[in-house]
C-alpha cells in the first residue's frame, strides 16, 4: 500500500476548506491532517504536524499564500496553490508550485494534483516564485509579522537565520540559501553566512585584500568578504 499523503488545507474560506475537503475524501491515499483559516494558524499547524504537503490559498487577510510559502519551515513541505486568479495571473505560480487550483476547484484538477504529489515526491524542491511582501515567525506560541522590507540584514545560525530588524533580531527556522530563494534579488549575500538588503546599503568600505565593509541605513556594519564583495558591486551598481 502507497503511504499516505498527509496534508493541511490553508484558506481564509470555510466553504473552499469544505469543498477542498470533499474532493480529497474520494482519495484513499490523501489523508487530511488539519485546517487553517489564516496564514498565521497554517504556521502553527505545519509546526505541529509537519505535512507533506499544503493546499495553499494565495490570497488571504493579513497575510498572503506566498508569504507563508516562503515561511515555511526546511525542508518545507510541497505546496499547491489555490486561486482565483485568471489563467495568465496563475502562469506566474505554475512553476513554483507541484500544482495550483483554480477556484472553485473541481474533481479533475483535484485528482491532478494529488497525482503530481504522489509521483513528483511531496517534499520536491519548487522553482523560483514571486518574492513575498512579509514573512511570518513563531514566537512562543505566537506568530509574528515582518515585512520583508523592515529587513536589514540576514544572519545564519545553524539551522535558523536572524533577521536582524529596526526593533529585534527574531530567529527564524529556515537555512540562509532557502530564504534566500524566496526573497528574490532584494536580497545579496556578502558572505557565506551573511546577506543584506540592498535597499539599504549606503556605503561599502574596502578593507585590505579585497574584503570590506558594509555599512547599512540603520547604521550597522556588516563584513563582506572578498568572494562576494564582487557580487554585491554588481547588484549595486545593476540597482543605480
Not at 61 to 71: E, H, K, R
Not at 100 to 127: F, I, S, W
Not at 161 to 190: C, E, I, N, S, Y
Amino acid at each position: 500500500m502507497d503511504p499516505l499523503l498527509r496534508v493541511l488545507l490553508v484558506d481564509d474560506e470555510a466553504p473552499a476548506r469544505a469543498r477542498l475537503k470533499r474532493l480529497l475524501r474520494v482519495h484513499p491515499e490523501v489523508q487530511v491532517l488539519a485546517e487553517a483559516h489564516s496564514g498565521a494558524e497554517a504556521l502553527q499547524l505545519v509546526l505541529q504536524h509537519r505535512p507533506d504537503a499544503l493546499f495553499l490559498d494565495v490570497q488571504m487577510p493579513d497575510v498572503d499564500g506566498l508569504a507563508v510559502a516562503a515561511s515555511l519551515p526546511d525542508p518545507a513541505p510541497a505546496i499547491v496553490f489555490v486561486s482565483a486568479f485568471d489563467h495568465y495571473a496563475l502562469r506566474a505560480f505554475d512553476a513554483a508550485a507541484i500544482d495550483y487550483l483554480l477556484k472553485p476547484a473541481d474533481p479533475t484538477h483535484v485528482a491532478r494534483a494529488v497525482q503530481r504529489l504522489r509521483t513528483r515526491g511531496a517534499r520536491a524542491t519548487p522553482g523560483p516564485r514571486p518574492a513575498p511582501a512579509q514573512l511570518l515567525i513563531a514566537e512562543r506560541g505566537r506568530t509574528r509579522i515582518v515585512a520583508v522590507a523592515q529587513i536589514h540584514w540576514i544572519e545564519a545560525a545553524d539551522n535558523y537565520v536572524v533577521l536582524h530588524l529596526d526593533d529585534g533580531a527574531p530567529l527564524m527556522r529556515r537555512t540562509l540559501a532557502g530564504l534566500l530563494a524566496d526573497l528574490g534579488d532584494g536580497f545579496v549575500r556578502t558572505q557565506r553566512g551573511a546577506a543584506v538588503a540592498l535597499a539599504q546599503v549606503r556605503e561599502v568600505l574596502p578593507l585590505g585584500k579585497g574584503d570590506a565593509r558594509v555599512r547599512l541605513a540603520g547604521g550597522q556594519i556588516v563584513p563582506c568578504s572578498r568572494q562576494f564583495r564582487g557580487a554585491l558591486m554588481q547588484r549595486l551598481v545593476a540597482r543605480g
